[in-house]
T-cell receptor, first 113, second 113 residues
């Protein structure tokens, strides 16, 4: 099936640093979603984006829907230990009707106190 | 509280046995999904259902079966034909409409002994 290219695959950062991760595709999307998954739990929705160029914040998190509709990024500012987890991007293909979301393979974030 | 419940949290099965994983939602969502997640891996779609009494195969449907007799429920059966069933299974639901957002349950970890 369709795949999103999510990078980096993993990150090790110091507490207090900013983090940036992104997802790209050769296809056009009409929706971008960012999720966080804690160990042994289901993914939790962080931010949803529905318009090209849209920039949305949720606390220390900021995500943008790329202007070409083929990419999205997620930034985390001033990281803290509880930011540890796996971050997934997901998108719905343009003109796909109700087809399921396409997911990236995740970015594993580790925060060193 | 509205949400998605999966039970049990952990499930053990002997090799060669079928096992059914439960997923219930009270969000009044039309669409429901089953994903499989292996250690360090992303989410792979097993089956999805956009309406009661209808479902479609995802990317890795072999060895699995589902039913959707009620809007609230979407059980997944892992059959003995599934050669490597040990994994973390996630259920999700959404309204099923254009530019919709998908929400996940807490997951069930299946271990084959």
């Amino acid at each position: 099936g369709q795949q999103l290219n999510q990078s980096p695959q993993s990150m090790f950062i110091q507490e207090g640093e900013d983090v940036s991760m992104n997802c790209t595709s050769s296809s056009i999307f009409n929706t971008w979603l960012w999720y966080k998954q804690d160990p042994g739990e289901g993914p939790v929705l962080l931010i949803a984006l529905y318009k090209a160029g849209e920039l949305t914040s949720n606390g220390r998190l900021t995500a943008q829907f790329g202007i070409t509709r083929k990419d999205s990024f997620l930034n985390i500012s001033a990281s803290i230990p509880s930011d540890v987890g796996i971050y997934f991007c997901a998108g719905q293909l343009w003109n796909s009707g109700n087809t399921p979301l396409v997911f990236g393979k995740g970015t594993r974030l580790s925060v060193i106190a | 509280d509205g949400g998605i419940t999966q039970s049990p949290k952990y499930l053990f099965r002997k090799e060669g046995q079928n096992v059914t994983l439960s997923c219930e939602q009270n969000l009044n969502h039309d669409a429901m999904y089953w994903y499989r997640q292996d250690p360090g891996q992303g989410l792979r779609l097993i089956y999805y259902s956009q309406i009661v009494n209808d479902f479609q195969k995802g990317d890795i449907a072999e060895g699995y079966s589902v039913s959707r007799e009620k809007k609230e429920s979407f059980p997944l059966t892992v059959t003995s034909a599934q050669k490597n069933p040990t994994a973390f299974y996630l259920c999700a639901s959404s309204t099923g409409r254009f530019q919709e957002t998908q929400y996940f349950g807490p997951g069930t970890r299946l271990l084959v002994l």
